[in-house]
C-alpha cells in the first residue's frame, strides 16, 4: 500500500521555523519526484516547492524562495520542507505528493498525504 505521511506542522509565530517530513512507503522513493503543496481555507491547493529523484533539481514557487528549502534523506525515504521566517499567509494544510514523471506544478499527482497543519499566528 502507498503511503505519503507528513508529520511536523503546528503552531508558531510570525518569523519562526519548523521543519517539515513526508516519510513514503509502497513504492519506489528514488524513482519519482516529491513535492509540497499547501491549502489554506477557501482556497485551491498550489505547489510550494519540488525535489527530484535524483536530488539534482530543486524548485520553488518564487515568493517563498529564500524562506523554504526542501531536502530529502532518500536512505529514510524522507524528504523534508524546512520553513523559515513564517509568515501568518503561509497558514495552510501541506501536503507532501509523489509523481513518477518528475517535479510539475500540476496538481495532478500520483500520490497524496493527508496533510500537516500549519498556523502562524500574527
Known amino acids: 500500500e502507498v503511503q505519503l505521511v507528513e508529520s511536523g506542522g503546528g503552531l508558531v509565530q510570525a518569523g519562526g521555523s519548523l521543519r517539515l517530513s513526508c516519510l513514503a512507503s509502497?513504492?519506489?522513493?528514488?524513482?519519482?519526484?516529491i513535492g509540497w503543496f499547501r491549502q489554506a481555507p477557501g482556497k485551491e491547493r498550489g505547489g510550494v516547492s519540488c525535489?527530484?529523484?535524483?536530488?539534482?533539481?530543486?524548485y520553488y514557487v518564487d515568493s517563498l524562495k529564500g524562506r523554504f528549502t526542501i531536502s530529502s534523506d532518500n536512505a529514510k525515504n524522507t524528504v523534508y520542507l524546512q520553513m523559515n521566517s513564517l509568515k501568518p499567509e503561509d497558514t495552510a494544510v501541506y501536503y507532501c505528493?509523489?509523481?513518477?514523471?518528475?517535479?510539475?506544478?500540476?496538481?495532478?499527482?500520483?500520490?497524496w498525504g493527508q496533510g500537516t497543519q500549519v498556523t502562524v499566528s500574527s
Open positions: 525535489i527530484t529523484s535524483s536530488d539534482v533539481s530543486t
Open positions: 509502497g513504492f519506489t522513493f528514488d524513482d519519482y519526484a
Open positions: 505528493a509523489a509523481l513518477r514523471a518528475g517535479c510539475s506544478r500540476s496538481t495532478l499527482w500520483d500520490y
